[in-house]
């Protein structure tokens, strides 16, 4: 029925449209769209008295509708043309990835190490200023006054927050690696209260040491970092308990380690050894290598363990290089040779309770008892991880029973 009378007044149509705009092709694509609306609305509301003037006018409206976007179309492509920006966007540099070029970015030589690790971690890590002051065994307070500072001497010194050069990343890849390797660890074990593991963050930080890698090959503590991180990474499906309870390495089942990701870091490891310049991650990936070159905790080689944090205390000197080294000569000569050198740090690691755990275990396996437990209290006391709590609550309670 549509399509009959359509036909019959086309000719009509076109022809009163024409006369009215002047233009026949306006004419013929006006009643051509009349015609797609009469197919939709007249089988629902059936065919008007005079379907003639109905297509007329219709036609005539769709028409009207095209004469004026036709007459805008000019001042359209002039807009258009004005906003369109033909400057080049700003070069990237030699870092593609934006988390990585920002992390490089921020890490401005004319800043203090530590302010330029603290600042990119809250900035761009995400970390909150109370577990990038745990990260440096500071108060929070003052880890707040480090950053607020380092935002105030980029503002008053005018310093330039350009994207860096393939020159300028040698002076600034140690800041890079510290913030990725303190987002890993702060994945790996986290501070925020009520949250044992971040999955998010150690994944991320694996992505940009792999990214660093590509970039930065010919640096060893680059390759060094990524090293560690895999071997850290692949014992994860063995540190938490199916009750959230953290495992401690000898206890860990080692058949649930990644092996891909171990022969991986240990293939790194081995590059690293054959370079012969050693440096910080460099010997913490070759440590951790050595676990997980042990295919059950007796056989864990301490002696070269030790060695290795010999090295590392020599290079880099910290109190917790030398906790861990304190752990690793227990292992070797006794817990009472390594309760004197652990008990030597007690006014540099007060705050840290890997250093009360450490004393509450080497106290425990010489049977003092009463100081294990006063020291697991004090571990207790300083940490808000689940996993940990948990663990560390069930040794105390142990001795309780014992």
């Not at 233009?23 to 379907?51: C, F, H, R, T, Y």
């Not at 660890?185 to 792999?210: C, P």
Request: net charge negative; aromatic share 4%; with cysteine.
């Amino acid at each position: 029925m549509v399509e009959r009378v359509y036909r019959e007044e086309f000719g009509r149509v076109v022809a009163s449209l024409t006369r009215r705009f002047g233009s026949i092709d306006v004419a013929e694509d006006a009643a051509g769209e009349a015609l797609l609306v009469a197919l939709e609305k007249w089988p629902v509301d059936g065919v008007p008295p005079n379907p003639g003037a109905w297509l007329t006018t219709t036609a005539a409206r769709k028409a009207i509708d095209k004469i004026r976007r036709e007459s805008h179309r000019d001042a359209k492509h002039q807009a258009a043309l004005m906003i369109e920006d033909d400057t080049p966007h700003e070069p990237t540099g030699p870092v593609e990835d934006d988390r990585l070029r920002m992390v490089f970015t921020c890490c401005h030589p004319a800043l203090a190490p530590e302010a330029r690790v603290a600042l990119t971690l809250r900035l761009l890590g995400g970390l909150t200023v109370a577990e990038i002051a745990q990260a440096f065994l500071v108060p929070e307070t003052t880890m707040a006054q480090r950053i607020t500072r380092a935002k105030k001497k980029i503002a008053g010194a005018g310093i330039p927050y350009r994207v860096p050069s393939l020159e300028d990343l040698p002076e600034r890849v140690a800041g890079v690696l510290a913030v990725v390797y303190l987002v890993f660890n702060e994945g790996y074990l986290s501070s925020a209260e009520g949250t044992s593991v971040r999955d998010d963050l150690t994944t991320e930080a694996i992505r940009l040491g792999r990214i660093l890698r590509a970039l930065l090959p010919q640096v060893p503590e680059v390759t060094g970092l990524l090293a560690l991180m895999l071997l850290t990474e692949a014992r994860r499906p063995a540190r938490i308990s199916a009750d959230g309870t953290l495992v401690p390495l000898p206890e860990q089942d080692r058949g649930a380690w990644s092996r891909p990701l171990i022969q991986e870091g240990h293939a790194l490891v081995r590059e690293c050894l054959a370079t012969n310049r050693p440096g910080r991650y460099q010997l913490m990936a070759a440590i951790n290598a050595v676990h997980t070159d042990a295919r059950a905790a007796a056989d864990t080689d301490w002696s070269q363990i030790a060695a290795l944090y010999g090295q590392l205390a020599a290079i880099d000197p910290s109190p917790i290089v030398e906790l861990n080294r304190a752990v690793a000569v227990a292992e070797l000569d006794g817990p009472e040779v390594g309760l004197a050198l652990v008990d030597r740090l007690n006014g540099s690691l007060s705050g840290y309770h890997p250093f009360h755990a450490t004393r509450a275990d080497l106290l425990r396996r010489l049977g003092r008892s009463a100081e294990s437990r006063s020291a697991y209290d004090a571990a207790l006391a300083l940490i808000d991880n689940p996993a940990e709590t948990a663990y560390l609550t069930r040794r105390r309670d142990q001795l309780a029973l014992g």
